[in-house]
Every structure is written in C-alpha cells, then in structure tokens.
C-alpha cells in the first residue's frame, strides 16, 4: 500500500483531526482502486470533509454547496460567477482568471448543477495546490458579490453607445449570453421541458443555470440573500484527493475559513421527495426546429420518462439503482440494444430523443427514452412501441451474453488508467453526498457489479421483476410531445426586444443617467489596473523543469519488415494497438466519403457475422475497435503531408487474440454492400445529429472554414467533417435508396484501395512489459491477413495528395447564417512550421494576447461568453475566435485591435509572459494516460529532439519576441475570416462585403 493510501487507512472513527477541528467518521478502503477514503465533520459548522488517499500526484480539490433555486432566474448560476470575482483577501476584480494564469493546475473550474454548486481544481504541483487552496476557500466563504460585479456577470440594461442614452437599449450580462447560447438548440430546450414535467414540485422542476427570459427579473439583493443561506459551511461538502497530506489541507482550511464561522440550521434547503403522481402524464411542448432537417414533415420530439430510485430514502435500492444503469445499457446503446431495433429500427424517427438514457445525477433517479424527426401523427405509436418493448422484456428478461457483455464493459471501466480519476470521483460523490446520502457512491461500481452477478445468478427473474416493478408499474410516468417551431427564436427575440422597449419607455430621465453612469463606471473599472500582485503564483523557473518528459519508446520493425513503435507501460492489464494506412494517393472524388468510412467501419457487420453480432462480440471481447482519419504533417514543412486511416483496438490482455480476431475480420470482410437498411438508418441518424448539430459547434465550424480557405490540410478536415459534410449528409438522407447506393459504393472502393498491406505506414503497441511481446505476434498475424495490395486510382484521376498540392490560399470572409442566438467568430492568419524559431513564440503570443487583452474586450466588455487566440504549431496557423458572441463584425475588428495591441512596443511585458508560460506548459505538460506516452512519436514522428528543441525555445522567448511575430505575423496581413450565427446580422455584415450563405453552404436568397 502506497504511503498516502496507508495513512488514511491507519485512521480511525472517531480520532481528532487538525488540532481537534475535525473528527473522524468512517474509513473505507477501496482496493480495487488502490485508494483509502475518510470521511470526517467538521465540529464547530457541520461541514463534511471526504479525503481520498492516493498514489496520484495529481492533487484535487473540491468545494460544494447545496443549492436548490426555487425559480428560473439562475440565481445559483450568477452566483457561482461572481463569487469568482474578488473576495476579502483578494479583493481584486477577477482572481479567478488571474489564478487561471498563475498556476499550472491541471483543471480549475466552477459548476452549477441542479441542486449543487461546485469549485474544484486540481494539479501535480505542490505549491500550487495551496496556493489554489487560499484563492477557492475565499472565494466560496468571502466573496464581495459587488453590485458591479452581479452587472457584468449577471444582466444589466446598456445603451447601445453606452455613453449616449438616447441610443438604442440593450440587455446585457455573461451569464445571460451564456444561457442563450445554452438554450439555443432543440436538445437543450426539450431536456429542460422533459426535466420540469417529470418533477413538478421540487427543485429540479427550475433550470438551475437560468432562462434568458427570467434571468433579467434577477435583483443583486436576492444573489447575497441566496448567497448567505447556501455558502456556508454548515451546507457544505469538501472533497480532497491525491497524495498531499491530510492533516495539512485541513488545517489551512480551518486558519484561512471554516474556523471563522459558527454552525447554522440550513435544514430549510432540505429537498423534499418529489411528490408522485398516481396516473402518467402526457404533455405538449414547443421547441426551436433544428438549424438543418432531412424531412421538413418529421420535426417533433416524444419521449417517455420515469421517476425511478429515490437515492437518499431507498438506501436498501443501491442495488437496484446499478442493476437499472445496466439495464439502461442493455436498452440503449448499440445496434443490439432493444430500443434500437423496436424504435430506431422502426424508421418512426431519425434518432433517440434528446435526453435519452438513465439519470442518476438528482436526488431521485430517471430514465427517459424516445425518438426525435418524428411525424406528428406517429407520436402514438412510438409511444406504443416503448410499452411494447418493456412489456416483452418483463416477460423474456435479458439474454445471459448480452449481460455478460455489459459487465465485461464494466470491468474494463475500472482498470483503464484516467489522468482525471480523482474528479471524476469528485463529481460522482456530489448528487448525493449534498443530500446527506453516500459520498463513496462512485467507488462502489467494482463491488456493487459483483453483487448484481450473484443477485442474477441467485433469481433467474431478476430482470424481469426489475422491469416491472420500475417501468410497468411505476405511475410516475410522464410523456413529453416536442413541436418544432422554426420561428421559436425569432419569436424570443423578438418578446425580448419588445420587454426592453417597454421597459426603455419607462424610464425616467434620472434612470436612464443612472445606466449610462453604472455602464460607464463598469467600464473604467474593467479598463482599470488590478493589482494582481497580491494573488499567489508560481515561477516558470522554479516549477518547469526545462527537460521533456521521455517515454522511452522502442522503434523496431515486425517480422514482415513494417515499422513498428512498442511503449510498454503501466497500463493495468488493458493492450492498445494501432495501425496506420497511407491513403495519400486515393482518387480525390472519394475524399467526402472517407469519415463516412472510418466511422461504419465496424458498423455494417462481416462475412461471418450480421452487425449485431459484431457490435455483441466487440462488448464483449474488446474496449472497442474503431477506425478514424488523419493527416501527418512534416514538422518543417519540407514533404508534403500524407493523409492515412488508423485502425485501433483495446482489450483486456487476456482477450487480444480476440481483439486482434475481430479487427481482421472487419478490415477483411466488412460488409460494404447487402446492408442497405442498416446503412440507411446510419445515414439518417448522422444527418439529423449533424444538423442539429450545427448552432451547437459554431465554433469548431466558424474556425475549420476560416482555417480550409489558407491551408490544406484544414481544406481536407472541413471536406471530410465541416459544413459541406453537413451538406452531404442532408442530400443523402433525402435520396434515400440513391443516397444509400452511393455510399455503399464509395465505401467499398476505399476499403478496396487502403486496407492492404502496401498501405501500412507503421504500427504500434502500447501494454504493460509482459504484454507487449504476445501482442506484438499477434499484430503481426492481423497484418499478414491483410491483401497483399489495394487497388490503385485509375488512369489520370486526380488523388487527394494531388489535390492537396494544388491548393491554393483565398482567404474567406464567408458568415453562415444558422438559427441561434448568438454567434461564433474567427480569424485565421497563416504562420511557420513546428520547426521554425517563430513557432513557439507564436504558441506563447496566443496564450498572452487571450488573457491580456481578448478575455477583457471580448467576454467583459463585448459580453460574449468566451473570446481568445491560439496558435497550432504543427498545422502552422494562428486563430482568434469568439464563442457564444453578441457581436459579429465588431468582434472581427477587436481581432485586428488586438494585433495591433501586441505588436505595441511595451505592451508585452515580462509578467504578461510569464503567464503565457504558465499557461502553455500547463497545456504541454497536461499529465497523459499511460497508453498516450509516446502517441505523438507515433502520430506525427515528433521525436524528443524535436519536442526538447520547441521547449527550449519556449524558456528562451521574450516579451521582444513575441512582439515581434506579432508584427510579422498578423499586423496588416490579410486574415480568413468566418462566422457561424444569428440570421438577424446577414443585411449589417453583408453591408459590411461578407458572402452569407446557409448552414449547407448555399448563397443566402436576396429578401
Ligand atoms: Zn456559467
């Protein structure tokens, strides 16, 4: 046992902790995780504290409170985000994204959840954990919650030209925008609607994070009223993990805050049962449409949920609540689960609902399931294909190997390494603990999996009743109908406009001085100096060690002569293989079809078994088997790049020959024709997500279509998985039989040219020492099953890597209109290879021009909920980009203001870079999964000269530097420009020479 998990273990119920503070009271040792957990209270308050002890030196910290908001106005929200700015001891504007600079923490955060709010951070190094300790622990106990502070954060009315009111009135408010680009999808508005009518009386009936339509009714009196009943220790939980000593956290914890406090009676925010109805409930609901819809007479949403184990009351159904995520597996995922084939199967629909699955994050656990892209007059019958298929299952229970399958699944769960296993632990405790309920709720999987083995074996109806008691005969059951209305946020707005118009015409002349003075004041303010030197930080010099980090990787060959890569690792008992194959040289025609084959690679079934049967075995044998695209690119831009697909798997050791078994067969005989109705359904399912999809990652598209206009490889990314594949999708669904034909076709000519061994690029194994020599025979076996040669392009058909070298740079000015409320914005500038000394100047430039200057125009004073830069070292661009943004072209213009800021003479300073080191370092020292050591070697050979060569030159960069690429780089120069969002910009940005098209990439018809 390791040093931090014997400590814990030693300790016993009922000894004295941090000079008597705390008392311990329970231990509980968790073995297969190697960890020890102490649970303990804190005497004077009442706070809890859970401590898990383990040989992890990345170190978390989380501190929770209950709150249960009794209405939509987010007041738990708004809270959560000013309490980040400023508190007693540092009582400067925003310590928390100072801290963000000053610290290498591997995460650092702050969520609201339904019924909790939550601050955790974690990191490896030791000075930075206490430091973060002080910063969090003031922040949560002694926040100012400054009236100023709820403005920004929260809402507030701004004059257009803030200094003129008789400018145009506009609301305003981070939290506000945030919440409009939350609630801006079909998804995210029939959750909400599924989780109010399934809970009409508790807590969970209100949208904890706020509806941008209540969010304005929000006063700065109720925000310190919520704050002084709900962050207090005696509502608190405090979750540590890692290898830092105990004794010494909570003694600090206790100097610095809950020393200072006496117990309160906090038995008010009690959440009550939820009150059960006694007949099922159906109701209808309006949603927005999706952005981009296959089948304009199939847009309405049903689905069917139960209110199922009361977590907290059911203490003896801890059982149960397991045995029903299980069941939830068995019911949903994959092309074998039951409501695939009754519902998804059925064609009734274009996917599962938003929502589907089992919930076990509230007090009282849920399960929902339905479809979506249903026609309206088929409502009913989806709704009797889910009692259909429960009432089957009651009677026939679950088959042994499809169970069997889950539990292998299971298994695997909890001996896969996770760089992030202590927040994950963190998180899972919360939805109960708060309650009063079981903290160790997330560390019980291993043996609560056991129990259920021996509770199924013991009753061979063990299902069967399951399924009755819970689903046939539970009257809490309700059924929520989504109509798709395509003017849903047209209309919003549009109420929006008129509430402020009304209010505008309301005013006084004293309060319209008084909100250009309150906008004013909030501007000097956020222009305003803080002194950010009394927080704590780090120095680069005393905590980045200036040697990378060596994996140690073999490079050797197989025995048929291909190269091959083997990092043995400490991967606890799980192997990991990859494969990659050059497809440079595929006709170019075939380009738009290649994700399409990556991803139903494994998914159409083989020659010897259906798709079902493929889908069973690969659960119950493997991690999974997968395929994907990529492109590796030359570090010094001296050859052109080679595009290849990657075949990959994980197994349980003792199950590699399985593993290795299934891969062959699917690279060998993956069923590319004679499925058409499988294929079907994947089409159309991947069509509907896709669009649906599109207002969600505005910004992944807004910066893929700026990137595809100056560079190549971006151009190929945004072929295969941008908006024109978005496009191809949406055509293809509507062909339906045509569609499916020419997939199928194209598919099969792909795997008929690149899975053959003249493709094989290398290979690699990563595995504990012992396994990697058995894995490494068995790799070599997959190969030689492989055809000897793929076929090659015909005659003079142009190939990909033809097509790649002819690419010429045209910089876009392209705005895709999309329904959402707000929009997405980048900027691309072309810049140098990874090789090139400019290039990581140019990586620490993007860190520094983020926090020093886009943080503040773009989220403060823009009210965008997030604005920054970033440069890719190895693709060789530099992207500015807004997300979740009010503005559309004056965005694009604090882009250009911000280069011009950089390449200022003495704007950069020697602080300014030492927290882009911070800031970078933590991104490249970000602590990596055992089988991730070494995958860049891999991927794209970077090699320990070269990555050693990119961190000298980052240590080595200067203020001057950076200054310099800044003026080389991006002043003056022409960048690609693209933006995803709000249809109501077209006529200002088109005034402003932008081309407008639609999310499918068509010319925007003159109104
Ligand atoms: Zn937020």
Known sequence: MAPAVAAIAALKPGAK?????????????????????????????GARWMHCGADDPNNVFNVAFRTTPTDDTGVAHILEHTALCGSDRYPIRDPFFNMLRRSLSTFMNAMTAADFTCYPFSTMNETDYYNLLGVYLDAAFFPKLSREDFLQEGHRLEFKDMEDKNSQLELKGVVFNEMKGAMGSQAARFNRALGATLFPTSTYHHNSGGDPVSIPTLTHEDLTRFHATHYHPSNARVFTYGDLPLERTLAKSQELALGK?????????????????????????????DPVVPDPNKQSVVSVAYLMVNQI???????????LTVASDLLLNGPQAYFHETLLESGLGSGFAPGTGYSSSRRETSFAVGLKGVAEADVTEVEAKIQGTLERIAKEGFPKERVDAVMHQVELGAAKVSTNFGLGVAFGAMGTWVHGGDGMKPLKIPVLAAKLQAAIDADSKYWQKLIQRRFLDNSHRVTVVGVADKDYDAKLEEA???????????????????????????????DGDQNADILPTLKVSEAVPREIKHWNSLITKTSGGFDLQIDAQPTNGITFANLLLDVSDLPDRLVPYLDLFADFITELGTKTMDYKALAQEEKLKTGGIGAGVNVQQSLDASAPPRVYVSLSGSALDRNVPAMFQLMADVATGAKWAGEDARLGLLLSRRAASAGAGVSQNGLSYAKGLANASIDPVAALDYRTAGLPHVALLQRLAREKEAGVEEVSAALAEIAAFALARNRVMRCRISAKPE??????????????????????????????????????????????????QTNYCAASYLTVPYSHPDSAPLFLLGQAMSTSFLHREIREKGGAYGGGASAAPVEGVFVLSSYRD?????????????????AKEGNLTQEILEEAWLKAFKAIDAPLAPQSRGASLFTNLMDDESRQLFRDRLLDCTPGRMRECAEKYLVGKTPALAIVGNPASVPDVKKAGWTCVDAEGNPLKEE
């Open 17 to 45: 902790l941090a000079d008597g503070a705390f008392e311990v009271l329970a231990v509980n040792e968790v073995p297969e995780y190697n960890v020890a957990c102490v649970e303990l209270v804190h005497l004077k308050t």
């Open 261 to 289: 406090f006496d117990r309160i009676d906090v038995s008010a925010l009690d959440v009550a049962d939820e009150r059960r109805l006694t007949a099922p409930v159906k109701v209808e609901v309006p949603v927005p449409a």
């Open 313 to 323: 009351k059911e203490k003896e159904a801890e059982l149960e609540n397991f045995a």
């Open 496 to 526: 929006e406009k008129k509430k402020v118009a009304e209010i505008e015409k309301s005013l006084t002349e004293e309060q319209k001085d008084t909100i250009v003075k309150e906008a004013v004041a909030l501007r000097a303010s956020q």
């Open 771 to 820: 396994a990697c020599d058995p894995a490494v025979k068995q790799m070599e076996a997959f190969i030689d099953a492989l055809p000897l040669r793929g076929a090659d392009a015909v005659g003079d058909e142009l190939t990909l890597a033809q097509s790649l070298a002819s690419f010429a740079v045209a910089p876009s000015k392209t705005f895709v209109a999309t329904p959402t």
């Open 886 to 902: 009010p503005n559309t072209t004056a965005t694009v213009e604090t882009f250009e203001k911000a280069a011009t800021w950089a």
